[in-house]
């Protein structure tokens, strides 16, 4: 139950109420949970007046706030095709236009579609008190357990990567039952990321080279079966998109197109 | 907390609490227009306010959020533009368009589309379809399939481009090729504008019969008559008024799926502040009945109560609590405490029959109808032989015999049951509900709340999509109890989860097909064993399963001398099992059989070589012939003998053929593949369907109309308008009688101390059976101010017959051209002369129902690596007799048709051995957006039903029928899979490349 609303205009008054366990403090990012707060007072500290909705690219390197909404990274620069494409896979305008990056990797599961990207992508979050940087392929596993600090200020990526992004899913935007996504370095490192299933998507692999990507889509899906999909399915139509990834990516990387 | 929110320019200081939503806050406030869908992640959008000109769900913020940002409501658009004295600018330009396109069925969702096209056309002026359809992704609409939304965003846009717009409001001017004689034609109008309105889907192709030209009102595509309040967000709906002092209602349901109640303690729920009254099945009278919306006597069990001490499903009720507010009454519920005694629990419908399965309804007040058997869980059986089927098994040249499987699924309207009831100045116990059939709830409850029903008064407000699922008297026994218990006025609205897991859905059902054929393709006999699961209460089992054989199977009665004497076998067993139950739900029972029996239809094809629309239409009925079923069912009363008299199925099938391009795609291997894609195929499928209208001899509907001192007319329909339209094409119908136009009639639907009886809407009999009351009413009407015009003519020296005179524009008018305006003759009636009051009363029930036709085209993309299957396109051609409204009857079947698809490809309820659904959201439960459809065409085959004075037929139910045959078929096409069980998800399509060794 919300019994207390705060809004902090300073990252410092913000950490203050965070950290004050008198207050069964929690930080309230865009809103779209709020329903989901236990019978215990709880005091929602809103961080929308701390300047964390504003993103750049630095070096090559996207900075983006963590309140900032899937709608402006969609509308971004920084999102290509396939991003964009997770992203309008993930929600309506509406729930796009107010649920903010940090909050959706708080709250999503294992289905979601944009995490399965930024989880290609070796997003790395900044949390605060601090400034410490966690991967998101550190995080998601440990989320519900473990927390490097009171919230998170932002996300950051690095821009010059190709990603691509394939799912199967009953409809043209249901929530996938498999997605897939493919993220190459310019140094050949090849990065994928599996969803569609459990609690949060995960990283199938990770190397200098896409050698192997199929193998290792299938064995990360060994025992990916729920009441949605068998884990035989699930290892199968992995393989199949994983190499449709590569192939895309090699297309566009010989034709030169977009990263 | 005190905060300021600027709500459309205008700052507000309130005090709200921290932990209040935007939207009840606003909604406190006064702004209306955010309707609430009952979701907690804000999935379904019918909360949509503008925060800083973007589109958000208000549920999904704290109203502390939205300070220092400016929020906008449908209350800052457009509103009527005539006040008395004071005049407006009018409805704005997105708003006018939602009205003059049709994109406002049940309105509920309107406001919120709106918004997010104001905020889109603000950045976007000239947005492609695309980009309409994104700024409608956030708002799911169970109604319109978004096709004319997005042409109505898009009209605007071009309105406020100052670009000119094509007028929509007269009937589309068709060529003289378009009657019959010339019907394999598929040309488009004559005028320009028709064509771009039809192209655009604004307006249906439509191939008029030559009965209905001439008409002023009826075929013209006027403007529903409720669309200006549903487009200003006006509190049209049940929730949108507030009582004093009024409580809010939650249900404690139950946590497991058979038990019975040992212990139930609710003192500290009692103890707890602010809970006004919390009742168990200890406090209230134990009375059977049942919750299915239906005439009297109900033909089905009779094995509910508002509450009991057993529970037979996990949804099934346990207690009520009425509080302050709904947190304090959720907290009620979370402190009362019950020990169950659990009992085995029975998923499985083919379980429900065994020796040594639990007994469900063991209740000895339990009420059998007919042949059903509660020591046996069998809700209702159905054993219809007709012909002489063993024969004409016998005089086949092949047997096919196959089973197929249909889902439960959900009705998801966006508005959720919801009910307040309220004790009168005078102790009548006032129910407003969103209900089907205000008649039948103040029957059936009455009973059960110990009120004679003279003293309780059901009033309907506009309905926020209902689809068969507020045919039910589900939650209003809920509401009244609880004013009974604390003389309170009570609100009791169901959340999203609780509509998953409470409320009704689609019969789930297997359905074994045997069909006999010749070598030259008659059908010699037909065989359906049906097993239905009407889930833990029998409301609906046996007239849904009955209409499973009755419309599907009656369609296919051979040809030669089995179509003089068809041989048809239908049984069908309606079981009870531990799930929620089952219940009414647009098609009723038809889209099972049609699975069924079309796919088995396209089976046969391509086992035999036969051309899948020559071997339907070589079997299937035609016009006199008898409907097959008639003679031998009738939802549990006496069937009488029926013939069917049109059957325009030939013309919608060589429409649709022509639509699609048929004969360029089905069986031309070059247009199956694409190139550049190996993996994908292309698909296209058929299915042919027919449905029925209204329950002959059974459903009656009343209208009253009444001449204001105007020349207005007040016309009262005990029908209700669910968002379909009813209200328009019955004020129409009024209007065509007494020749004034549409805006002179004054239609009100419905109110049990207002309107006349009506059955409700259900059956698709509105148009037809109370259309033809509103008719009657109407030509009696006529009549009266016939003879009055004849008199005042008599008295002005012209000797005119009563019969010589017609009602045109407004006026009386003699044969040689003499007139009385009507409003002339209202004064003359109710001030001047022999006073009297110009009304009349009607009411009708038919002898026949007689079916309307359809055929159902769809293409598929199949992707045969990984079973992904996408709907392409979706074309249906429909002879629903006469269209009274093309507007209003296209967005039925563009409605439907989604409906359908999600049927097709990804509704489905599904519940683990304990009985816990998986499904209790929109996340979930996924239903079409508009930003993943396919592209949706609809044609309308008109013929003119004699049976009704305008000729009509209905058209709410067939659309979504024939989707899922079609799409299964145009899969087989694509890719050999055969499914025999839906819905099309991929793994199920894989499999079947798998076992076809295509991958």
């Known amino acids: 139950m919300i019994t207390t609303y705060r809004r902090p205009k300073t990252f410092d008054k913000a950490v203050k109420l965070l950290s004050d366990k008198s207050l069964n403090a929690v930080a309230l990012a865009g809103g779209t949970f709020i329903k989901n707060f236990s019978e215990k007072p709880v005091t929602v500290v809103d961080l929308q007046d701390l300047g964390l909705d504003v993103f750049e690219v630095v070096n090559q390197e996207v900075e983006a706030g963590s309140m900032v909404t899937m709608q402006q990274l969609c509308e971004s620069d920084v999102a290509n095709n396939a991003l964009s494409r997770a992203i309008m896979l993930e929600a309506g305008k509406n729930v796009r236009n107010t649920m903010v990056l940090a909050e959706h990797l708080a709250s999503c599961d294992g289905r979601s579609p944009l995490t399965t990207a930024l989880l290609a992508l070796d997003v790395s979050m900044t949390w605060q008190p601090g400034n410490i940087r966690v991967q998101l392929g550190d995080h998601l596993p440990v989320r519900n357990h473990e927390s490097p600090g009171l919230f998170v200020s932002g996300l950051s990526w690095k821009h010059d990567i190709w990603l691509a992004f394939e799912y199967v899913a009953r409809s043209p935007l249901d929530r996938p039952i498999v997605c897939v996504a493919l993220a190459q370095w310019p140094s050949g490192r090849t990065r994928l990321a599996l969803g569609g299933y459990g609690d949060a998507p995960i990283i199938a692999f990770d190397g200098p080279e896409p050698a192997g990507i199929e193998y290792a889509a299938k064995d990360a899906f060994y025992d990916a079966d729920d009441e949605w999909a068998s884990a035989e399915y699930r290892q199968d139509v992995a393989v199949t ?3 449709r990834c590569l192939d895309y990516i090699q297309v566009s990387q010989t034709s030169e197109g977009e990263v | 907390m005190k905060i300021t929110l600027n709500i459309n320019q205008i700052e507000i ?12 806050t606003l909604r406190n406030l006064g702004y209306l227009g955010a309707k609430s869908g009952g979701c907690v992640r804000g999935e379904c959008g019918a909360c949509t306010v503008l925060l800083d000109g973007r589109s958000v769900n208000s549920c999904m913020l704290l109203a502390a959020q939205a300070e220092g940002h400016l929020i906008e409501t449908i209350e800052a658009q457009g509103q009527h533009p005539d006040q008395g004295w004071k005049k407006t600018t009018g409805l704005d330009s997105i708003q006018q368009a939602f009205v003059e396109t049709g994109a406002i069925q049940c309105g509920y969702c309107t406001p919120a589309m709106v918004l997010a096209a104001e905020a889109l056309l603000r950045d976007n002026p000239k947005p492609s379809e695309e980009e309409v359809r994104d700024a409608l992704s956030g708002v799911l609409c169970r109604c319109t399939g978004y096709v004319k939304p997005v042409q109505a965003i898009l009209r605007a846009g071009a309105f406020l481009r100052g670009e000119t717009v094509p007028a929509i409001g007269e009937k589309p001017q068709v060529s003289e090729e378009w009657l019959p004689e010339f019907r394999d034609e598929t040309r488009l109008p004559d005028k320009e504008d028709d064509k771009g309105l039809i192209l655009s889907g604004i307006l249906p192709r439509l ?45 404690l349901y139950s946590s497991v799926a058979h038990a019975l109640i040992k212990r139930i303690d609710v003192s500290k729920a009692r103890a707890l502040p602010g809970v006004a009254a919390v009742l168990t099945w200890e406090d209230i009278p134990r009375v059977v009945y049942s919750t299915a919306g239906q005439s009297d006597p109900i033909p089905g069990p009779l094995d509910t109560f508002s509450l009991d001490k057993k529970v037979r499903f996990v949804g099934d009720r346990v207690a009520f609590v009425a509080a302050e507010t709904a947190e304090i009454a959720e907290h009620a519920l979370q402190l009362i405490e019950v020990e169950y005694e659990e009992l085995p629990v029975i998923i499985d419908p083919r379980d429900a029959m065994k020796e040594d399965a639990a007994q469900i309804h063991d209740e000895p007040e339990f009420v059998n109808f007919a042949a059903s058997d509660a020591s046996k869980n069998l809700a209702a059986e159905i054993r219809i032989d007709i012909g002489d089927v063993d024969k004409g098994f016998n005089e086949a040249d092949r047997i096919f015999e196959e089973e197929y499987v249909v889902q439960k699924v959900q009705l998801a309207h966006i508005e959720p049951h919801v009910v307040i009831t309220y004790w009168d100045e005078d102790d009548r116990l006032v129910i407003r509900t969103s209900t089907q059939v205000p008649f039948h709830v103040r029957r059936i409850i009455a009973p059960v709340i110990g009120l004679p029903v003279k003293r309780i008064r059901v009033i309907k ?3 926020g999509g209902a689809f068969g699922g507020k045919q039910e008297v589900l939650i209003e026994d809920v509401a009244a109890h609880l004013t009974i218990a604390t003389g309170r006025p009570v609100l009791y609205e169901m959340t999203r989860e609780e509509e998953f897991i409470a409320s009704r859905s689609r019969h789930p059902m297997r359905i074994k097909l045997k069909t006999g054929v010749k070598k030259d393709g008659t059908i010699t006999a037909n065989e359906m064993i049906c097993l239905s699961n009407t889930g833990a209460y029998g409301c609906h089992a046996l007239t849904v399963a009955g209409n499973t054989g009755h419309k599907s199977m009656a369609l296919y009665v051979g040809d030669g001398k089995y179509r003089q004497s068809p041989n048809i076998r239908f049984c ?14 647009r098609g009723y029972g038809v889209p099972q059989g049609a699975w069924a029996v079309e796919r088995q239809m396209e089976a046969i094809v391509l086992e035999m070589g036969f051309d899948p629309i020559d071997f339907r239409l070589k079997n299937t009925l035609r016009p006199g012939e008898l409907h097959p079923f008639s003679t031998a069912w009738s939802e549990g009363r006496e069937p009488k003998p029926e013939v069917v008299n049109t059957i325009g199925l030939e013309d919608c099938v060589a429409q649709g ?5 048929w004969e360029s795609k089905w069986g031309n291997q070059s247009w199956h593949e694409i190139p550049g894609k190996p993996f994908l195929r292309r698909g296209i499928g058929l299915a042919i369907v027919m449905q029925g209208t209204s329950i002959p001899y059974l459903d009656m509907g009343g209208a009253s109309i009444k001449l204001n001192d105007d020349g207005t007319f007040n016309l009262l329909v005990g029908a209700t308008d669910l968002g379909t339209g009813s209200d328009t094409v019955l004020g129409q119908m009024a209007a065509e009688v007494l020749g004034v136009p549409l805006e002179d009639m004054i239609v009100y639907s419905s109110d049990t101390d207002l309107t006349p009886f009506d059955k409700g809407a259900y059956a698709s009999s509105t148009t037809y059976i109370s259309g033809a009351a509103v008719t009657k009413a109407a030509k009696k009407v006529a009549e009266r101010i016939r003879l009055r015009a004849a008199r005042i003519f008599s008295e002005r020296g012209a000797e005119i017959d009563a019969e010589d ?4 524009n407004r006026s009386a008018v003699t044969l040689a051209g003499q007139a009385i305006s009507i409003e002339e003759i209202a004064m003359d009636a109710l001030h001047h002369t022999d006073q009297e009051q110009i009304m009349a009363v009607a009411s009708h029930v038919s002898p026949v129902s007689p079916p309307p036709f359809a055929a159902q085209f769809a293409e598929v993309t199949v992707d045969i690596e990984t079973g992904q299957t996408t709907v392409d396109k979706l074309v249906m051609v429909v002879d629903a007799g006469v269209i009274i409204n093309p507007v209003t009857a296209s967005g039925q079947v563009e409605g439907g048709m989604v409906q359908a698809l999600g049927y097709a490809v990804c509704e489905e309820m599904v519940y683990d051995a304990k009985g816990k659904a998986r499904e209790t959201d929109f996340l979930d439960y996924h239903i079409f957006r508009a930003d993943e459809m396919p592209e949706m065409k609809t044609i309308f085959v008109e013929t003119f039903e004699p049976s009704h004075p305008f ?13 899922a045959p079609a799409v299964g078929n145009a899969i087989l096409d694509a890719c050999g899979v055969s499914l025999k069980e839906i819905p099309a998800v991929p793994e199920k399509i894989w499999r079947g490349l798998k076992e076809t060794q295509q991958i």
């Open chain 1, 241 to 243: 998109l994983a190499r």
């Open chain 2, 13 to 24: 200081k309130i005090k709200v609490n921290p932990g209040d939503r935007l939207l009840d």
């Open chain 2, 207 to 251: 191939i008029p019969t030559p009965e209905s030209k001439g008409r002023h009102t009826v075929g013209h595509p006027e403007t529903k008559v409720d669309a200006m309040k549903l487009v200003q967000g006006k509190p049209a709906f049940t929730a949108d008024i507030k009582k004093p002092d009024m409580l809010i209602a939650k249900v």
């Open chain 2, 461 to 463: 407000p506009r309905i």
């Open chain 2, 572 to 585: 069908a067993d309606a079981v009870y099992t531990n799930t929620p139950p089952s219940g009414a739900y």
């Open chain 2, 657 to 661: 053929k022509a639509a699609v391009d």
């Open chain 2, 805 to 808: 005179i017609k009602l045109v």
């Open chain 2, 951 to 963: 000729g009509v037929k209905s058209v709410s139910e067939i659309p979504i029928d024939g989707v």
